[in-house]
C-alpha cells in the first residue's frame, strides 16, 4: 500500500504514538471482557512469491499458495475483489481451502461500486457483489469499502443515503482518505451515523497520513489497516503501541478484531506478524496461531 508511505530515512522523525482513546468508544465498549474475544491476524495478499522457501516450502506452487497462507494465518484481505467481480463457484473455491478451520476473507469492495460515479446509483452492484461474497459462507469476515482520496465530507448525504440502503446483515467497513473526514468533529458524526447503520469504520495506520488512524471504534469488532516499512525499528515500536491498545479495548468488550499487515515488500511481512501474534497472546491471554518461518533471513 502506497497511501501515506514517506521516504524510509524520514521515519524515525514521525510520531507513531497512537491517538487518545476517544471517549466515546465507552458507548459501545461494555466494560468488561467477552468470554471468547476473536482476533485476526493477516496480510492482503498469499501470493507472495518470496515466501517460497521461507513461509512455503519450496518448490510450492502458484496454485498451492492459498492452502500454505491459510496455514500460517487465519484472515486475508482480500483486495482482488476491488478489480474483478468472480462468480461463485470460484469464491466457493477459495473458502474451501479455509477447511474446517476459523479462517476469515476480508474483501475490498469493486472499484465500480466505489471508484466510479455516484454511489446512489450502486445499489444493485452492491447487491450483487453481497451475493458473491456469500459464497465463502462462514469463512466470510468482514468487506470494506474504500473511497477515493477526493471523496470528502461533502457528499456526506450520497454517502449516508448509500449506507442506510446496504443490507443491515452485510458485515460491511468504511475506508476514508479525505483529511476533511478527520477534522472539525466529522469524525464522532460520522461514527455515530455508522453505529445506527450498524457498519464500522477502518483504522488506517500509515506513517504519512496520522490523521487515518483516527482509533474510533463503531461497534465491538475493529478492522485495523496497518501500513509496517520493511521491518523498520519503528515498526515493532508501533507494534507495540497497538497490543496495549488492543489489551485494553478486549479487557473492555472487544469481541472482534481484524488487523492486516501491508509492507512496501511483502517478504518481510511474517516477521511482523509473528511479532504481534507473539505480544498479543502474553499480553490478552489469547492462543493466536503465529507464523512458522522455515528460513530466517539474516539482513
Keep these: 500500500m502506497d497511501f501515506g508511505k514517506v521516504a524510509y530515512n524520514l521515519l524515525d522523525t514521525i510520531d507513531f504514538t497512537l491517538p487518545p482513546e476517544p471517549l466515546i468508544n465507552k458507548e459501545v465498549l461494555p466494560g468488561k471482557r467477552v468470554e471468547n474475544p476473536r482476533v485476526y491476524v493477516g496480510c492482503p495478499r498469499w501470493s507472495v512469491k ?14 498451492h499458495f492459498l492452502d500454505e497462507y491459510v496455514r500460517q494465518f487465519n484472515c486475508i484481505e ?50 450483487a457483489f453481497e451475493k458473491m461474497v456469500s459464497a465463502f459462507g462462514r469463512h466470510l469476515g468482514p468487506s470494506f469499502l474504500q473511497l477515493s482520496d477526493g471523496f470528502g465530507p461533502q457528499r456526506k448525504k450520497e454517502l449516508g443515503h448509500y449506507l442506510q440502503h446496504v443490507t443491515p446483515s452485510f458485515f460491511l467497513f468504511l475506508e476514508l482518505r479525505h483529511p476533511g473526514w ?16 450498524q457498519k464500522g469504520m477502518v483504522i488506517t495506520d500509515t506513517a504519512g ?35 496495549e491498545r488492543i489489551a485494553f479495548w478486549i479487557e473492555n468488550g472487544l469481541s472482534e478484531l481484524y488487523f492486516i499487515i501491508h509492507m512496501p515488500e511483502e517478504k518481510h511481512s511474517p516477521e511482523v506478524a509473528g511479532y504481534l501474534v507473539d505480544r498479543l497472546n502474553a499480553a490478552c491471554g489469547l492462543r493466536l496461531k503465529k507464523p512458522v518461518l522455515l528460513q530466517q533471513e539474516l539482513f
Design 50 to 63: 518470496e515466501w517460497v522457501g521461507k513461509l512455503y516450502p519450496k518448490g510450492t506452487k502458484d496454485s
Design 78 to 127: 482480500l483486495n482482488s475483489t476491488f478489480y474483478n467481480l468472480y462468480d461463485e463457484a470460484a469464491i466457493a473455491k477459495w473458502a474451501a481451502k479455509a477447511g474446517e478451520s476459523d479462517f476469515k476473507f476480508c474483501p475490498k469492495l469493486f472499484q465500480g461500486i466505489s471508484h466510479e460515479g455516484h454511489l446512489e446509483y450502486k445499489g444493485p452492484l452492491t447487491q
Design 182 to 197: 478527520f477534522t472539525g468533529g466529522e469524525t464522532e458524526r460520522l461514527v455515530q451515523f455508522l453505529r445506527k447503520v
Design 209 to 243: 497520513r496520522r490523521d487515518c488512524c483516527h482509533m474510533h471504534l463503531a461497534g465491538s469488532c475493529s478492522l485495523v489497516r496497518f501500513v509496517a516499512n520493511n521491518l523498520h525499528p519503528t515498526d515493532y515500536a508501533r507494534i507495540n503501541g497497538w497490543v
